[in-house]
Nanobody, 123 residues
Framework: QVQLVESGGGLVQAGGSLRLSCVAS????????MGWFRQAPGKEREFVAA????????YYADSVKGRFTVSRDNAKNTMYLQMNTLKPEDTAVYYC????????????????WGQGTQVTVSS
């Protein structure tokens, strides 16, 4: 079955960096869009960034544009989220997800989800 496994979360000071990884398995994701979402306590899950697995095209939420970079390594079936200049408001559980629709979707109704990894940014 499809599995998405995130890693790389942790505690970092404001202004620091982290790189999240998402290893995908269980099927071919060539036709998928892969996304990163995050959810802070008491808030709805929100879109962060997405990448077209085959073309490498990307799309970002305005709140992270210029600070976060999404990428993928097809050979390793792994997606990454490089997060720079982190802010306390970036604190959340970060999820990777996969979607079969042929365009970038920013709503949290993707087909497959990982279990999440906690990112905490201290001020």
């Amino acid at each position: 079955q499809v599995q998405l496994v995130e890693s790389g979360g942790g505690l970092v000071q404001a202004g620091g960096s982290l790189r999240l990884s998402c290893v995908a398995s269980g099927r071919t994701f060539t036709d998928y869009r892969m996304g990163w979402f995050r959810q802070a306590p008491g808030k709805e899950r929100e879109f962060v960034a997405a990448i077209n697995w085959s073309s490498g095209g990307t799309y970002y939420a305005d709140s992270v544009k210029g600070r976060f970079t999404v990428s993928r390594d097809n050979a390793k079936n792994t997606m990454y989220l490089q997060m720079n200049t982190l802010k306390p408001e970036d604190t959340a559980v970060y999820y990777c997800a996969a979607d079969r629709r042929r365009w970038f979707v920013t709503t949290a109704n993707y087909d497959y989800w990982g279990q999440g990894t906690q990112v905490t940014v201290s001020s």
